[in-house]
């Protein structure tokens, strides 16, 4: 799905016109179906610890094409900066100016990836070298072209660089699963997590549920989901049934008709999963509405369905998944729909808002409830996304945020499905109440 201005800018003379007039040019973001490869070569390992080494390793390991510098290499594909040891500021122009020359040699759709470690509050010298890092790697994101993208992975102290959670977030980051990240920073913080068997099929085994799945993003997480070889559940209100049993019968989902408010909404999924003798590995908490107005015009009857849709089934849900004792997998995944709008703040959005703002506490507050299961529970943030309620926006509005980011284009409900997968896979295990946004480093917020 392209919008109209981008295929006016990527025709001959709209091209002509967005150089002249200096106009955004947004580029085709590589994904998975145009670029299934899982790394794109050659792939230079900057830094000189011994973690670099081992991320070097780790990537002859994937049969890719691995440097250490850059000369001779005409066309970059990825980059990794390993800054594990990095002990003051001074030390961050050495290892990172060789990505000057560099810059210019980067493929379309290039990666670059950060690997530190996060601020302690105990070396002054050493945080601001880490912390350092942050503001590097956000800085490089928006100076990216050509649908490349830069993101980092901070890794805890006591946590190997070649722990489950930092090898999958680096195949997440370099692959072309992650288009619309970019900007970011994961955080590891702990050894758990398992590895991926099967590659091509990383959730094969695992059973996936996904609230809100008749359409818009739940639908293309469901199919994600399932290309990525889990089994699904599929639910929603019984006035999408309809929707909903077209896509059960397309992925061979099991359908469940229920309105996540309805005060049995737990006690009535409990019972439907056992009746049909099902445990969840994964459970995705998509459903989600907006009701926006100022908070001059608010009512309680856009506050409360807001607040109660976004944020209060969630709570309900999850309590009686984890209370009922038989219908959570071993290790279970949990990943709930935040948006940018929760981090930053949005006009008309106070409901919104404050609802998504309680997402994001919320995950981290269960991810230790799940621990004790060797569950985890992580949130995805997107930012402007073409689907239904983005199509509802004002015209004016919708072009505006559409190029507010620094890939000056809309994400794809796919996009947020991606980065969904990812954190239920096994590899994720040490991703515990983490936000990932999905915004094409959205201006606003951080
Ligand atoms: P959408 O309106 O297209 O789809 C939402 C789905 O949730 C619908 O199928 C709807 O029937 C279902 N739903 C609503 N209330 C429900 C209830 N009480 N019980 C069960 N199902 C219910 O929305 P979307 O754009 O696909 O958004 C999906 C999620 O992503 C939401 O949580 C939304 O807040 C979030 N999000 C979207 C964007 C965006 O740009 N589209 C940005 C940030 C966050």
Same mark, same amino acid.
């Given at each position: 799905?392209?919008?109209?201005?981008?295929?006016?800018?990527?025709?001959?003379?709209?091209?002509?016109?967005?150089?002249?007039?200096?106009?955004?040019?947004?580029?085709?973001?590589?994904?998975? *179906?145009?670029?299934?490869?899982?790394?794109?070569?050659?792939?230079?390992?900057?830094?000189?610890?011994?973690?670099?080494?081992?991320?070097?390793?780790?990537?002859?390991?994937?049969?890719? *094409?691995?440097?250490?510098?850059?000369?001779?290499?005409?066309?970059?594909?990825?980059?990794?900066?390993?800054?594990?040891?990095?002990?003051?500021?001074?030390?961050?122009?050495?290892?990172?100016?060789?990505?000057?020359?560099? !810059?210019?040699?980067?493929?379309?759709?290039?990666?670059?990836?950060?690997?530190?470690?996060?601020?302690? $509050?105990?070396?002054?010298?050493? *945080?601001?070298?880490?912390?350092?890092?942050?503001?590097?790697?956000?800085?490089?994101?928006?100076? !990216?072209?050509?649908?490349?993208?830069?993101?980092?992975?901070?890794?805890?102290?006591?946590?190997?660089?070649?722990?489950?959670?930092?090898?999958?977030?680096?195949?997440?980051?370099?692959?072309?699963?992650?288009?619309?990240?970019?900007?970011?920073?994961?955080?590891?913080?702990?050894?758990?997590?398992? @590895?991926?068997?099967?590659?091509?099929?990383?959730?094969?085994?695992?059973?996936?549920?996904?609230?809100?799945?008749?359409?818009?993003?739940?639908?293309?997480?469901?199919?994600?989901?399932?290309?990525?070889?889990?089994?699904?559940?599929?639910?929603?209100?019984?006035?999408?049934?309809?929707?909903?049993?077209?896509?059960?019968?397309?992925?061979?989902?099991?359908?469940?008709?229920?309105?996540?408010?309805?005060?049995?909404?737990?006690?009535?999924?409990?019972?439907?999963?056992?009746?049909?003798?099902?445990?969840? *590995?994964?459970?995705?908490?998509?459903? $989600?509405?907006?009701?926006?107005?100022?908070?001059? &015009?608010?009512?309680?009857?856009?506050?409360?369905?807001?607040?109660?849709?976004?944020? @209060?089934?969630?709570?309900?849900?999850?309590?009686?998944?984890? #209370?009922? $004792?038989?219908?959570?997998?071993?290790?279970?995944?949990?990943? @709930?729909?935040?948006?940018?709008?929760?981090?930053?703040?949005?006009?008309?959005?106070? &409901?919104?808002?404050?609802?998504?703002?309680?997402?994001?506490?919320?995950?981290?507050?269960?991810?230790?409830?799940?621990?004790?299961?060797? #569950?985890?529970?992580?949130?995805?943030?997107?930012?402007?996304?073409?689907?239904?309620?983005?199509?509802?926006?004002?015209?004016?509005?919708?072009?505006?945020?559409?190029?507010? &980011?620094?890939?000056?284009?809309? $994400?794809?409900?796919?996009?947020?499905?991606?980065?969904?997968?990812?954190?239920?896979?096994?590899?994720?295990?040490?991703?515990?109440?983490?936000?990932?946004?999905?915004?094409?480093?959205?201006?606003?917020?951080?």
């Amino acid at each position: 799905m392209t919008d109209a201005y981008t295929r006016f800018i990527r025709s001959v003379p709209g091209s002509a016109l967005a150089k002249q007039l200096g106009l955004p040019r947004p580029a085709k973001l590589p994904r998975r *179906d145009d670029r299934p490869e899982p790394v794109l070569g050659p792939v230079v390992v900057l830094g000189e610890s011994e973690g670099a080494d081992q991320i070097s390793q780790l990537l002859l390991t994937w049969g890719t *094409d691995v440097r250490r510098r850059f000369e001779e290499v005409r066309t970059v594909g990825s980059v990794i900066v390993v800054a594990d040891e990095i002990a003051s500021p001074a030390d961050l122009g050495p290892l990172v100016l060789p990505l000057a020359g560099a !810059m210019r040699s980067l493929a379309p759709g290039a990666r670059i990836v950060t690997l530190s470690r996060p601020a302690q $509050g105990e070396d002054p010298a050493r *945080d601001a070298a880490r912390g350092g890092v942050e503001g590097f790697l956000r800085s490089l994101a928006h100076e !990216m072209r050509g649908g490349a993208t830069a993101n980092g992975i901070l890794v805890e102290d006591g946590v190997e660089l070649d722990a489950p959670g930092v090898i999958g977030a680096l195949r997440f980051f370099l692959s072309a699963r992650s288009a619309f990240v970019t900007g970011q920073l994961l955080t590891v913080s702990s050894d758990a997590g398992g @590895s991926t068997e099967n590659e091509s099929l990383p959730l094969a085994g695992r059973t996936a549920l996904v609230t809100g799945a008749a359409r818009g993003i739940g639908a293309a997480i469901a199919r994600t989901l399932a290309a990525d070889g889990a089994k699904l559940v599929v639910l929603d209100v019984p006035g999408a049934g309809t929707e909903l049993a077209r896509l059960a019968n397309e992925l061979h989902a099991v359908p469940i008709q229920l309105d996540v408010t309805s005060a049995s909404a737990g006690e009535r999924l409990v019972s439907s999963l056992r009746d049909r003798r099902l445990t969840l *590995d994964v459970l995705v908490l998509n459903a $989600g509405i907006t009701r926006d107005k100022m908070l001059a &015009n608010m009512t309680a009857d856009r506050w409360d369905p807001v607040l109660a849709v976004n944020i @209060s089934s969630q709570i309900a849900l999850t309590e009686a998944l984890i #209370g009922a $004792g038989d219908v959570l997998g071993a290790q279970p995944r949990v990943v @709930s729909l935040a948006s940018t709008s929760g981090i930053a703040g949005n006009r008309g959005q106070t &409901n919104y808002a404050a609802s998504k703002a309680g997402v994001i506490t919320f995950v981290d507050a269960l991810a230790g409830k799940l621990e004790a299961l060797g #569950g985890t529970a992580n949130a995805v943030a997107p930012g402007f996304i073409e689907t239904e309620m983005t199509a509802r926006m004002p015209a004016l509005t919708r072009e505006v945020a559409r190029r507010l &980011n620094s890939l000056q284009q809309g $994400g794809l409900p796919v996009d947020v499905a991606e980065a969904i997968s990812f954190l239920s896979t096994a590899e994720a295990g040490g991703l515990r109440g983490e936000t990932l946004r999905v915004c094409g480093q959205n201006m606003v917020g951080r």
